[in-house]
């Protein structure tokens, strides 16, 4: 069974910087691409942040790019959102997700205010 489970969130203030972590088990996470996406309140899901399987490939949302960094550790079964000078509107629930199997995480929440 695939899991994933987030962790890192938080309250934040504007220009502050949050780690947040998923940890996968019940697939050979080496293989898989995983990916980052948030959903505001009143808003539809949106992808964040996109890294291959081993890594070399990343892409970000517009609206990220330049705050935020995808990474993974393959030998951990982890993959990780480093998010720099947060701004009020990334306050959202953040979920990671396997893309080819459809498995989500239960999500953490992020909120920026001060």
């Known amino acids: 069974e695939v899991q994933l489970v987030e962790s890192g969130g938080g309250l934040v203030q504007p220009g502050g910087s949050l780690r947040l972590s998923c940890a996968a088990s019940?697939?050979?996470?080496?293989?898989?691409?995983m990916s980052w996406h948030r959903q505001a309140p009143g808003k539809e899901r949106e992808s964040v942040a996109f890294?291959?399987?081993?890594?070399?490939?990343?892409t970000y949302a517009d609206s990220v790019k330049g705050r935020f960094i995808i990474s993974r550790d393959n030998a951990k079964n982890t993959v990780s959102l480093q998010m720099n000078n947060l701004k009020p509107e990334d306050t959202a629930v953040y979920y990671c997700?396997?893309?080819?199997?459809?498995?989500w995480g239960q999500g953490t929440q992020v909120t920026v205010a001060s």
């Open positions: 997700k396997v893309p080819l199997l459809g498995s």
């Open positions: 019940g697939f050979t996470f080496s293989n898989y691409a």
């Open positions: 890294i291959s399987s081993v890594g070399i490939t990343t």
